[in-house]
């Protein structure tokens, strides 16, 4: 990665620079992971106790609403390439306050799940993804320092969701909670994601002799990285969401109490961000192949320690591997899409992949949930997801950048 270069004005009027813009953004990516991903588990007991719905009914809303997520996010994408990146993600805040004021107000299930779907929507519209392309696009020279700084700050959000949105509940009640989500979402991150993305960006803009090089979506379909590094990608979406839906019981499977599993769960979060941290400080300098490497054999590791043992010591290295190796994976995807398939079409290209990976995720938990009727138990389901975190590994291995574009991944 290049060092920052010294800002110019590109032709028409300029926005702000690329710290405050960063910044604005990150703060914008905080609070709709917070709102539109995270606030759904906090919201489903009390909604449950009082509609009286099944949890089956509740959670098949939210896997409607990542479904939706993976079915937009290519839409998202090409909106992005055509330079409508500011209306995307201002717009999608502003859907994702609609959406949570429309669950506000739910009192059949069929509310439930329309609002679910306009959250999938609006999530297609602002997380990461679409963050990262629009950066990408914005900061040519400076992307993957922009792309480490949003994972940062948005790494943070399930710390931010679950307090705040229980202290919310408990003062509120749980209807009025969630309109004060959907003010957060109108007030702030829209506002934000619009004024960081207004005018043109002030950067040195370098000169583009490669340009014509960049791959169309129809020429990175015919690449083998393409479909490998979608192959990775899908898998790990479905090892990680697999894990979360059912990490609770998988502990308690094992003998662990409630508050042992928080104990250890709680390391989770903190690995994430000290992974970013290390990537931001000493990690930037390496290809983002050989990050990759690691992050995902971390993930593998992790994923056989909890099979192989109960020992408070493995869980503790479950946690922090898992962690660690999330959180970098997250900062490789975004920065190898356009290292491989050039910055033109990388809302195509990346929305492509994530519609797959996302239709995984929202797939993992009943799938796992499957596997756990033909396996002995939850310790055999964490060897399947080790495996199938190995085959992520190995087609990230696999997945050699396209020629010509290979020096630009090295």
Request: net charge positive; with cysteine.
């Amino acid at each position: 990665m290049t060092g920052p270069a010294a800002e110019a004005v590109v032709p028409g009027e300029a926005g702000p620079s690329f710290a405050a813009t960063i910044a604005a953004l990150a703060i914008g990516q905080l609070l709709c992971w917070a709102a539109l991903y995270y606030a759904f588990s906090s919201f489903v007991l009390p909604m449950m106790r009082e509609l009286g719905w099944t949890k089956a009914t509740v959670m098949g809303a939210f896997t409607a609403g990542l479904a939706a997520w993976g079915l937009a996010s290519y839409a998202s994408g090409a909106a992005i390439d055509r330079g409508h990146g500011r209306a995307v993600m201002t717009l999608g805040a502003a859907l994702g306050a609609l959406a949570c004021a429309a669950w506000s107000r739910v009192d059949a299930p069929w509310h439930l799940y329309a609002s679910c779907i306009g959250l999938g929507v609006a999530m297609a519209m602002t997380l990461y993804e679409p963050a990262f392309n629009v950066v990408t696009h914005r900061y040519p020279t400076r992307y993957r320092e922009a792309i480490t700084a949003l994972t940062l700050v948005a790494g943070f959000a399930s710390t931010l969701s679950f307090p705040a949105c229980a202290w919310l509940i408990g003062a509120l009640g749980w209807r009025s909670a969630m309109l004060a989500v959907a003010a957060s979402l109108l007030l702030v991150a829209a506002p934000l994601q619009a004024w960081a993305l207004r005018g043109t960006a002030r950067v040195a803009v370098p000169q583009r002799p490669d340009a014509a090089a960049d791959a169309t979506l129809r020429e990175a379909v015919r690449h083998p990285a393409f479909w490998l590094l979608t192959l990775c990608f899908t898998l790990h979406a479905f090892v990680a969401a697999a894990l979360w839906a059912h990490v609770m019981p998988a502990f308690a499977a094992r003998g662990v109490d409630e508050a042992a599993t928080l104990a250890v769960l709680v390391w989770i979060g903190p690995a994430q961000v000290a992974g970013r941290l290390a990537f931001a400080s000493i990690g930037r300098a390496l290809p983002l192949r050989r990050v990759g490497v690691f992050a995902l054999a971390a993930m593998v590791t992790s994923f056989a320690l909890f099979a192989a043992s109960a020992h408070p010591a493995a869980l503790l290295g479950f946690a922090l591997l898992f962690g660690a190796g999330n959180g970098l994976v997250t900062i490789v995807r975004g920065g190898l899409v356009p290292a491989y398939f050039g910055r033109t079409h990388v809302g195509r290209v990346g929305g492509l992949m994530s519609a797959v990976s996302l239709l995984a995720r929202a797939a993992a938990p009943l799938a796992a949930a499957w596997l756990l009727l033909a396996l002995p138990g939850y310790r055999e389901l964490m060897a399947v997801l080790a495996a199938i975190a190995a085959g992520a590994w190995l087609a990230f291995v696999a997945a050699r950048a396209p020629d010509p574009g290979a020096s630009r991944s090295q």
